[in-house]
């Protein structure tokens, strides 16, 4: 068994490439030279239709043999005979001569039945160089056929320089991590600066007790859902059916909006929540009417919980809430709130930048180990291709693989950011 670099590797397979597929180069240089005489030919053909023309007194007849001429000259231009001879560019003439046959006669069908009969014999000329193309077509296709074994070597070859350009990458990956990593210091800093600041600002103000009041509302707002969660079903259905019951417009507006923000509507209500007591006060109606289906369970739970919020229960709430509310609007105008919020403000968007590099980061991390496992994959099916095609066994040395970049995308997050992918924390 041999083991070679990738730099000895491709020499050494070129080398082989060469050998086994001289045959079919020489026999394929062969069938290029043939059609690259042909398609002279064919413009020499072209070149002979304009100067035959010049004489003609029938400018309908010059017109014609001048536009097919220069049809055969744009088709001929837009042939490409390839330099290098491999299997895929004789495939690719093979399409070419295809395609130019069917595009002459294509354009010939067109025009020379129209032509004056004095160029049948140059006519026939092309006739034969389209003969000629039509044979070496055949040719061409028996030694793709025959070599179709190159193929495959030449595919081999091929992805050895995949490999290798796979490895060229270290160098764009590196500068790629450090560009990463710079951006990300510079984000923790911003971030732990934006963080001192808001924290020092609430030290030396009373900030705090803005945000306590939030947290107070949150809390009332919490409980009066609790409380009311009861209700929420038979509610629901009450307002849903025609119950024959009158409820009063505010006692409609109150049975909805309790439902959706609790402490809002709690705060916007006079004292004693008449507008909700209305609007319950119906409910137990319909409910002691049997005005709406209902479960016998639901209906008693809500008729006791109706009799409890008539008798004050939600009192001390409301009263909790409507000062919450006083000392809100209170600080509403002053230059803390609008200082807080500016300020909270920069710290989430700093921690949005530490979280968007580090993301960078992660996504290098996994172009990384996307990288390595084609290599690898690569690198076996190179080998078994060798053994397979060449008969010879042959061990490929990656060198120096870009696995240890995988330690430089380790991300450490500062404390208070979260992250998207904390499994790689």
């Known amino acids: 068994m041999t083991e070679l670099t990738l730099a000895q590797l491709e020499l050494w397979y070129n080398r082989e490439l060469e050998n086994k597929s001289k ?18 030919d064919v413009q020499s053909v072209a070149t002979e239709l304009r100067e035959a023309s010049a004489e003609d007194e029938d400018q309908e007849s010059v017109g014609i043999a001048v536009r097919f001429a220069m049809k055969i000259d744009t088709i001929v231009e837009e042939f490409d005979v390839r330099q290098e001879v491999t299997y895929e560019s004789t495939e690719q003439m093979m399409d070419e001569i295809q395609n130019f046959i069917q595009e002459l006669w294509g354009a010939g069908a067109r025009w020379i039945r129209r032509m004056d009969k004095k160029h ?4 026939k000329q092309l006739d034969d160089c389209m003969k000629e193309l039509s044979k070496e077509l055949k040719l061409i296709g028996k030694l793709l056929y025959e070599y179709s074994w190159v193929e495959e070597l030449e595919r081999t070859a091929e992805r050895i320089q995949t490999l290798r350009q796979l490895t060229f990458s270290k160098g764009i990956l590196q500068e790629d991590i450090r560009q990463t990593k710079m951006k990300i210091r510079q984000a923790e800093e911003e971030y732990r600066a934006a963080k001192e600041e808001l924290e020092a600002f609430k030290s030396e103000s009373n900030v705090s007790e803005i945000l306590n009041l939030d947290e107070e509302s949150e809390h009332i707002g919490g409980v009066l859902r609790m409380k009311l969660n009861t209700l929420k079903k038979p509610v629901k259905k009450f307002l849903q059916h025609d119950t024959g019951v009158r409820v009063s417009p505010s006692g409609q507006k109150a049975l909805a ?11 916007e209500e006079p004292d004693g929540c008449p507008g909700l007591l209305e609007g319950l006060e119906a409910m137990e109606i319909a409910i002691e009417r049997e005005a709406f289906p209902l479960k016998d369970r639901l209906a008693r739970r809500a008729v006791e919980e109706i009799e409890l919020i008539k008798n004050g229960e939600l009192q001390e709430y409301q009263d909790t809430a409507k000062e919450i509310d006083r000392k809100r609007k209170e600080y509403a105008g002053s230059e803390i709130y609008r200082r807080t919020e500016e300020l909270e403000g920069k710290v989430r968007e700093a921690e949005k930048n530490v979280k968007y590099h580090n993301n960078d980061l992660l996504r290098i991390r996994d172009d990384i180990k996307k990288q390595l496992e084609k290599a690898d994959d690569f690198k076996k099916r190179i080998e078994a291709e060798i053994a397979k095609n060449l008969g010879k066994k042959v061990t490929i040395d990656l060198g120096v693989t870009l696995e240890p970049l995988l330690e430089e995308c380790v991300i450490d997050l500062p404390e208070g950011v979260g992250s998207e992918d904390s499994g790689d924390i």
Not at 120 to 123: A, G, L, N, P
Not at 261 to 267: G, L, Y
């Open 120 to 123: 049948k014999s140059t006519i």
């Open 23 to 40: 045959d079919f180069r020489k026999k394929a240089e062969r069938s290029y030279r043939t059609v690259d005489r042909a398609l002279k």
């Open 257 to 267: 909006e309790y439902f959706e923000d609790p402490f809002e509507a709690i705060v």
